[in-house]
């Protein structure tokens, strides 16, 4: 069962006109701290960093240090994959189960469900809802517009969709 309502992409333009989040990567000198899933979850991202593009929004595949089945990024500063991360608080929040968290909002790219969450900072992270597996999308300031998240979200949808079946995540904290 999807605990949020669920908002049409036009929704998702507006949202994301503001900054969207930055994450440290490999390219940046950075490095990205790799999720521990479960051992239900573990296969299912191990089979989505195979699935993964080689491009994202254009931007070349450069996985961050240390290297991981668990994380991806793309481009410099970068576009930042995380799968087998534990459940966001604020997707079994009450306030945005029923819409009325404006920093947490739900919505879907092409078959795939997104927590949308805008951060202190005022940037934005997503987080798939309604699948097996969380996998967690962080995108540098400079992907600020529309056009430029929903790409980044849709060309991610076919491998998130071919490899992370829809269903319940592990409720583990």
């Known amino acids: 069962m999807n605990i949020f309502r669920h908002r049409p992409l036009g929704l998702l ?3 994301l006109l503001l900054a969207v989040a930055g994450c440290s990567a490999a390219g940046d000198g950075r490095t990205v701290t790799a999720p521990t899933p479960d051992a239900r979850t573990a296969p299912l991202c191990r089979d989505l960093d195979k699935a993964l593009p080689r491009t994202v929004d254009g931007r070349d595949r450069r996985d961050p240090e240390p290297r991981s089945a668990y994380t991806a990024a793309w481009g410099s500063p970068a576009i930042i994959l995380r799968c087998g991360i534990v459940r966001p608080p604020k997707m079994v929040d009450p306030e945005v189960a029923q819409g009325n968290d404006p920093n947490a909002i739900g919505g879907g790219v092409d ?12 940037t934005w992270r997503f987080t798939t809802s309604g699948r097996l597996a969380y996998v967690q999308v962080t ?6 517009g529309p056009d ?3 790409q980044v979200m849709s060309d991610l949808a076919a491998a998130v969709k071919k490899t992370v079946p829809t269903g ?6």
């Open 13 to 15: 333009a507006p949202a």
């Open 111 to 122: 078959g795939v469900d997104w927590l949308m969450e805008k951060e202190d900072d005022g």
């Open 139 to 144: 995108l540098p300031k400079e992907l600020s």
């Open 148 to 150: 430029d998240s929903a």
């Open 168 to 173: 319940l995540a592990s409720m583990r904290h």
